[in-house]
T-cell receptor, first 110, second 113 residues
Framework: QKEVEQNSGPLSVPEGAIASLNCTYS??????FFWYRQYSGKSPELIMF????GDKEDGRFTAQLNKASQYVSLLIRDSQPSDSATYLC??????????FGSGTQLTVLP | EAQVTQNPRYLITVTGKKLTVTCSQN?????MSWYRQDPGLGLRQIYY???????DKGDVPEGYKVSRKEKRNFPLILESPSPNQTSLYFC????????????FGPGTRLLVL
């Protein structure tokens, strides 16, 4: 059974701070990793995807991947109250299946 | 507008009464999938389909059926719903290959009494 683990939180950060979200996965053969944001009662929306070891930056978001440690993270710089949501880590399997972590609830305090 | 639609969005039913939740996408995607989301458990895959007439079980298929007779549609069928199927359901679609990830529908909130 493939597993994806996230700190369930909740995580609170002040406005303007860096929020750090972490995820570990069990399948060493996994190649594709995704971060989704989900507002309460809404569907998940893609924030970032990363395939290669290292960092990938997109605006205020940076995804970090370390395949040797089976670890993926998401950094949100200059956090805004509108970033308050649940963040889901997902790992793609061989047949396009996504295995999701349980999510980390982030609150950005004004 | 590229989208995944689900109907109904909200449904209250009783144990044992068969129901179908429809899912449709207008992006010509080969891959479609159903997930359920429960508090503390995240999204769990129920069934997926790689193309027309090709379906396979996900992590939690018990109590559900699917069909894929047309590329755009992927209905989820609960033959005899039970209270433990009360959940938030999402349909998703994506191309079979490439960098695009899955696009999610708006969700269907189901309550089985």
């Amino acid at each position: 059974q493939k597993e994806v683990e996230q700190n369930s939180g909740p995580l609170s950060v002040p406005e303007g701070a860096i929020a750090s979200l972490n995820c570990t996965y069990s399948d060493r053969g996994s190649q594709s990793f995704f971060w989704y944001r989900q507002y309460s009662g809404k569907s998940p929306e893609l924030i970032m995807f990363i395939y290669s070891n290292g960092d990938k930056e997109d605006g205020r978001f940076t995804a970090q991947l370390n395949k040797a440690s089976q670890y993926v993270s998401l950094l949100i710089r200059d956090s805004q109250p509108s970033d308050s949501a649940t963040y889901l880590c997902a790992v793609e399997g061989s047949a396009r299946q996504l295995t999701f972590g349980s999510g980390t609830q982030l609150t950005v305090l004004p | 507008e590229a989208q995944v639609t689900q109907n109904p969005r909200y449904l209250i039913t009783v144990t044992g009464k068969k129901l179908t939740v429809t899912c449709s996408q207008n992006m010509n995607h080969e891959y479609m999938s159903w997930y359920r989301q429960d508090p503390g458990l995240g999204l769990r895959q129920i069934y997926y389909s790689m193309n027309v007439e090709v379906t396979d079980k996900g992590d939690v298929p018990e109590g559900y059926k699917v069909s894929r007779k047309e590329k755009r549609n992927f209905p989820l069928i609960l033959e005899s719903p039970s209270p433990n199927q009360t959940s938030l359901y999402f349909c998703a679609s994506s191309p079979r290959t490439g960098d695009e990830t899955q696009y999610f529908g708006p969700g269907t909130r189901l309550l089985v009494l």
